[in-house]
């Protein structure tokens, strides 16, 4: 036996013992690093995991759009892309790349099937959308992390964040999924109702635009040219005004007494203007202003109709400055790019609020256009119109009566009173064999029977301030609730 046989013996001995070691430790600290710690550490390697966490927020109301940007994105050629949801207990904050990359989450986080959130990306279809998902990927780029975080109860932001790359590669990647962001939005060219969801953030319906004629919108002649010409001819003469060095942003105010149909015309342009991005601002929502505009200017051309803009002439924005968010509502017009494709649509019955804060901040509104009540002519056609369906048989000496009788109510009231006669005639017999004059002469007596004020004040017949008791009108509760939300309507028709 030679002295080196048991050295070279000791020393190899020494070598798998110290490789016995580190296998206990590592698979000791294994144990402790949870599965996800564990999937990104071995997928990214030493030189991957050295690199910054780079994260960009978007505004929640994306998710359904990165969603659809990534679904591109993975399917470009030369890519694999291994997905993994991972889940934390409840009441734990979700944590972030750079905690998972650092094997710091607070929380304890294990791998899951991904967890979606189901949006809706079109009238009637809706995507799952990834809420809190690793993408474990592989390109040219090399290997890398995305993790996507959605908005959720404990989580309000939408982020995307790349782990594995250098900064300005990890930027670029961000960058790509931007552009088909731009490209491949899912809200461009329809009609959207804007809300506001229970963390303050903007939600968007898709909305199916109405299906409204022109002959079903009764205005004199004039007005309804007006008012197409400015919302929709300069559409139509887009590259000609761009060309003579004009502006296409524009601004159009329609206000008058309630019930006139201010917005019946509005839905009814939204309805012409196919190909535009149309988003409708009402009540609450119209503080969401300027996010919505910014919206619509990535979406031009486009559409944005704010309904009864009075309803937030005297609301004040929180915060030091308190500005009124009418205000605010106008400078976010302003804001906008006076090349960019965009209509602004307002709508108020009280123009007497609006005209101090127009008037402050000229340019906004060019073109003001006062709906009024409907004259003698316009009464007949709204009853033609409302009838239609309806099995009338009313004499030229009936309709006359009618439109008389109706002097100073509005076009909702003459929509009423053909409901109300119908309910005349089915009360008379069941089978609707007609309605007649007299059917139409009950439920006009009734209409305006002294006693039902209230119900003529909410169909917008116009009060003789005369006959209101001092203080203006007294409503009773079902009356109040009708009215709820809408309170600028009572003040139209006090005495001053
Ligand atoms: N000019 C009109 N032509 C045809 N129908 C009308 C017209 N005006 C109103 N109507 C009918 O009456 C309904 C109520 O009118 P609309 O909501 O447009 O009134 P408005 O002027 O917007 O009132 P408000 O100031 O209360 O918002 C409409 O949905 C429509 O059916
Ligand atoms: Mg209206």
Same mark, same amino acid.
């Given at each position: 036996?030679?002295?080196?046989?048991?050295?070279?013996?000791? /020393?190899?001995?020494?070598?798998?013992?110290?490789?016995?070691l580190d296998w206990i430790s590592n698979s000791a600290r294994d144990e402790e690093r949870n599965e996800v710690d564990v999937?990104?550490?071995?997928?990214?390697?030493?030189?991957?995991?050295?690199?910054?966490?780079?994260?960009?927020?978007?505004?929640?109301?994306?998710?359904? +759009?990165?969603?659809?940007?990534? @679904?591109?994105?993975?399917?470009?050629?030369?890519?694999?892309?291994?997905?993994?949801?991972?889940?934390?207990?409840?009441?734990?904050?979700?944590?972030?790349?750079?905690?998972?990359?650092?094997?710091?989450?607070?929380?304890?986080?294990?791998?899951?099937?991904?967890?979606?959130?189901?949006?809706?990306?079109?009238?009637?279809?809706?995507?799952?959308?990834?809420?809190?998902?690793?993408?474990?990927?592989?390109?040219? *780029?090399?290997?890398?992390? !995305?993790?996507?975080?959605?908005? =959720?109860?404990?989580?309000?932001?939408?982020?995307?964040?790349?782990?594995?790359?250098?900064?300005?590669?990890?930027?670029?990647?961000?960058?790509?999924?931007?552009?088909?962001?731009?490209?491949? +939005?899912?809200?461009?060219?329809?009609?959207?109702?804007?809300?506001?969801?229970?963390?303050?953030?903007?939600?968007? =319906?898709?909305?199916?635009?109405?299906? !409204?004629?022109?002959?079903?919108?009764?205005?004199?002649?004039?007005? *309804?040219?007006?008012?197409? /010409?400015?919302?929709?001819?300069?559409?139509?003469?887009?590259?000609?005004?761009?060309?003579?060095?004009?502006?296409?942003?524009?601004?159009?105010?329609?206000?008058?007494?309630?019930?006139?149909?201010?917005?019946?015309?509005?839905?009814?342009?939204?309805?012409?203007m196919t190909g535009y991005t149309r988003l409708v601002l009402t009540g609450r929502s119209l503080v969401a202003v300027g996010?919505?505009?910014?919206?619509?200017?990535?979406?031009?051309?486009?559409?944005?109709?704010?309904?009864?803009?009075?309803?937030?002439?005297?609301d004040r924005t929180m915060g030091p400055r308190s500005s009124p968010v009418l205000f605010d509502l106008l400078d976010s017009?302003?804001?906008?790019?006076? @090349?960019?494709?965009? !209509?602004?649509?307002?709508?108020? +019955?009280?123009?007497?609020?609006?005209?101090?804060?127009?008037?402050?901040?000229?340019?906004?509104?060019?073109?003001?256009?006062?709906?009024?009540?409907?004259?003698?002519?316009?009464?007949?056609?709204?009853?033609?119109?409302?009838? /239609?369906?309806?099995?009338?048989?009313?004499?030229?000496?009936?309709?006359?009566?009618?439109?008389?009788?109706?002097?100073?109510?509005?076009?909702?009231?003459?929509?009423?009173?053909?409901?109300?006669?119908?309910?005349?005639?089915?009360? @008379?017999?069941?089978?609707?064999?007609? &309605?007649?004059?007299?059917?139409?002469?009950?439920?006009?007596?009734?209409?305006?029977?002294?006693?039902?004020? &209230?119900?003529?004040?909410?169909?917008?017949?116009?009060?003789?301030?005369?006959?209101?008791?001092?203080? =203006?009108?007294?409503?009773?509760?079902?009356?109040?609730?009708?009215?709820?939300? /809408?309170?600028?309507?009572?003040?139209?028709?006090?005495?001053?």
């Open positions: 036996m030679s002295d080196k046989a048991p050295e070279a013996e000791v /020393r190899e001995f020494a070598v798998a013992f110290r490789a016995f999937l990104l550490a071995e997928f990214l390697g030493a030189e991957g995991m050295a690199h910054s966490v780079v994260t960009r927020e978007l505004p929640p109301l994306e998710h359904v +759009n990165l969603q659809t940007a990534l @679904d591109a994105w993975c399917a470009r050629p030369g890519r694999t892309v291994d997905i993994h949801g991972i889940t934390v207990p409840p009441h734990h904050a979700p944590p972030n790349l750079q905690q998972l990359v650092t094997a710091e989450s607070m929380a304890p986080v294990r791998l899951a099937a991904p967890a979606l959130a189901d949006l809706p990306n079109g009238p009637g279809s809706t995507l799952g959308c990834l809420r809190s998902a690793i993408l474990l990927v592989t390109d040219p *780029l090399g290997s890398y992390v !995305l993790f996507i975080q959605g908005p =959720g109860d404990h989580h309000p932001s939408l982020e995307v964040e790349v782990a594995g790359l250098p900064v300005e590669t990890a930027q670029g990647v961000l960058a790509e999924l931007d552009a088909l962001r731009a490209e491949l +939005n899912v809200y461009r060219g329809h009609m959207l109702d804007v809300s506001i969801g229970p963390m303050g953030n903007v939600v968007l =319906g898709f909305g199916a635009p109405p299906g !409204l004629a022109r002959d079903d919108v009764v205005l004199p002649g004039l007005v *309804l040219d007006r008012i197409e /010409r400015h919302a929709l001819g300069v559409a139509a003469h887009r590259d000609a005004l761009l060309a003579a060095g004009q502006h296409l942003k524009r601004g159009l105010l329609l206000y008058g007494p309630p019930g006139t149909g201010k917005t019946h015309t509005t839905r009814y342009l939204l309805g012409q996010p919505v505009t910014e919206l619509a200017r990535a979406l031009q051309p486009a559409v944005v109709v704010l309904e009864d803009v009075d309803l937030v002439a005297e017009m302003d804001g906008a790019a006076a @090349d960019a494709d965009l !209509l602004f649509l307002l709508t108020t +019955n009280r123009a007497d609020l609006l005209e101090p804060a127009l008037a402050a901040r000229p340019g906004r509104v060019d073109v003001a256009v006062e709906i009024d009540l409907p004259d003698a002519a316009a009464r007949e056609r709204l009853l033609t119109l409302y009838g /239609r369906g309806v099995p009338l048989a009313l004499t030229e000496a009936d309709v006359q009566a009618a439109v008389e009788r109706t002097d100073g109510t509005t076009a909702s009231f003459l929509k009423e009173l053909i409901r109300r006669s119908v309910l005349e005639a089915l009360h @008379d017999d069941p089978a609707l064999p007609a &309605v007649t004059g007299a059917h139409l002469t009950r439920a006009l007596d009734d209409l305006l029977d002294a006693a039902q004020g &209230v119900t003529r004040t909410l169909l917008g017949v116009g009060v003789d301030p005369a006959t209101l008791p001092a203080g =203006g009108l007294s409503m009773d509760s079902d009356a109040m609730m009708m009215t709820a939300g /809408r309170r600028s309507r009572m003040v139209y028709i006090r005495p001053h």
